[in-house]
């Protein structure tokens, strides 16, 4: 593991980075700590240029050799408000300390930077050996909920299972759950792990109620292979599977994230032209959603065969036959729709013909 040139008996890689290195596999996250104030550390190193500094919590930005790596101090916390972000208590802590604030023992590995020597204080070694998951302590989740979607996450990302305790504390925490909780930090959740586009997961999220973090209102497992489904029209976007559920008012969604929902419709379409005019201006992950809730065959209908046809008539066609522009075009471009889908051969001629004859 070679990410950065400094080598300090204090500085440590922590957590994913030494997970993902000891299961071979490429981390997405580097977390590099300081046994210590990282901050004045890296304002002592001639090499590092300081970047950005958050004094509260001890975490530094610097480029070396050109690239930005963030450092942390070690830090020790506590959670006053509980499903809220924690609080701070001790910058420059032990290593013991910082790494018993993490979620699961096998992302509370350290390695140093000068020896190489893995650093284990909970058992994470033969959790990664044993392909376990399991919190630091029984009011983990209490603490911080979206640890059961890290969890979920976890799971499916590396073939995890939770450990029977963890797994029991996960039971009574979703049995009784305090939903005066951080909702940023519960969409961040969902969005890494549904952008997994795992149908495993959405499985595990409903079946073992995780889904209950985000709405007390019931949901079945739909009878539609969502990861299939998103991978045949290349729209593995997370809110394909979280917008399942029947409420997401807690969540914080964007306008864009609320229209897809907003755009489904919420009965099913029986004829063409009814999914044409449903969909025509919709976004993809609202034709999917309808698909889930109601009708995969319409939808996927509608995604191979309906949604590239157009109509060429123009109103300027329909005034040359004679037609004055009026409220009444719309109807003519309907009709002249519904008989394109019915037959998509049909040229510019055909429906000029179309509406001469028809209309």
């Known amino acids: 593991m070679n990410i950065i040139n400094i080598k300090d008996k204090n500085l440590f890689y922590v957590g994913g980075v030494v997970r993902d290195e000891i299961l071979g596999r490429k ?76 979620d699961f023992t096998v992302n509370a590995l350290a390695k140093n930077t000068l020896t190489g020597e893995i650093i284990d204080y909970t058992g994470g070694l033969e959790d990664l050996k044993n392909k376990k998951l399991r919190v630091l302590h029984d009011k983990s989740f209490i603490d911080d909920p979206t640890r059961i979607i890290r969890g979920l996450k976890f799971s499916v990302r590396f073939g995890f299972e939770l450990e029977e305790h963890t797994r029991k504390l996960q039971e009574e925490y979703l049995a009784n759950i305090n939903y005066d909780m951080s909702y940023k930090r519960v969409k961040k959740e969902l969005v890494e792990t549904f952008n997994l586009n ?75 032209f009814e999914l044409y005019k449903a969909f025509e201006n919709a976004k993809i992950e609202t034709v999917l959603l309808y698909a889930i809730l109601y009708d995969e065959i319409g939808a996927r209908r509608y995604l191979d065969n309906l949604h590239n046809i157009k109509i060429s008539v123009t109103g300027k066609d329909l005034q040359l036959l004679g037609l004055k522009p009026s409220p009444k075009y719309q109807e003519i471009f309907d009709e002249v729709l519904k008989a394109k889908l019915q037959n998509p051969d049909m040229t510019k001629n055909d429906e000029i013909d179309f509406v001469r004859y028809n209309l």
């Open 198 to 272: 795992s149908q495993l997961a959405f499985e595990k999220f409903i079946n073992e109620g995780i889904y209950k973090l985000v709405t007390e209102q019931e949901t079945a497992l739909p009878n539609v292979n969502i990861e299939k489904l998103a991978n045949d029209y290349s729209a593995a976007s997370w809110l394909v599977y979280v917008g399942v559920l029947k409420d997401l008012s807690r969540l914080p969604l964007t306008k864009a994230e609320q229209k897809i929902l907003d755009d489904i419709p919420q009965t099913k379409l029986e004829t063409d």
């Open 27 to 102: 981390s997405f996250d580097i977390d590099i700590t300081y046994v210590g104030n990282a901050i004045e550390y890296c304002r002592r190193i001639a090499s590092v240029e300081v970047i950005q500094e958050n004094p509260d919590f001890g975490t530094v930005r610097v480029n070396i050799g050109g690239k930005e790596v963030d450092f942390a101090s070690t830090r020790s916390e506590s959670y006053p408000h509980k499903g809220h972000l924690p609080v701070v208590e001790k910058i420059g802590c032990s290593l013991k300390e910082d790494v018993l604030r993490r």
